[in-house]
Nanobody
């Protein structure tokens, strides 16, 4: 499976961005088979799970640091998962990656559980 992340950029504190993760595969690919997660890594820090959604969309998990500010959603028609980020703060600055896996339980949001990864998109929150 292939993942293409987009939507990063430079934004002022308090601003918003929407990240997109387009998921695709070969003939047997089914988007609804895959849990998808967003992870981020800031310079000098370990990668952390930001938000993950189960394959059926029924289970969602957020990191405590983004609860109430970020919203994850999935669009089956477009095989895309979105991360709406509001009220951004400088601490949200990082490279954001999306990942997918067929065998993840529910909305498990740890990076080692995900096999397929897209390239990162940089989010910079600065005035």
């Amino acid at each position: 499976v292939q993942l293409q992340a987009s939507g990063g950029g430079l934004v002022q504190p308090g601003g918003s961005l929407r990240l997109s993760c387009a998921v695709s595969g070969f003939s047997a690919f089914r988007f609804d088979d895959y849990a998808v997660g967003w992870f981020r890594q800031a310079p000098g820090k370990e990668r952390e799970g930001v938000s993950c959604v189960s394959s059926d969309g029924g289970s969602i998990r957020y990191a405590d640091s983004v609860k109430g500010r970020f919203t994850i959603s999935r669009d089956a028609a477009k095989s895309t998962v979105y991360l709406q980020m509001n009220s951004l703060i400088p601490e949200d600055t990082a490279v954001y990656h999306c990942a997918a896996d067929r065998l993840v339980y529910g909305s498990t949001c740890v990076s080692h559980a995900y096999e397929s990864w897209g390239q990162g998109t940089l989010v910079t929150v600065s005035s």
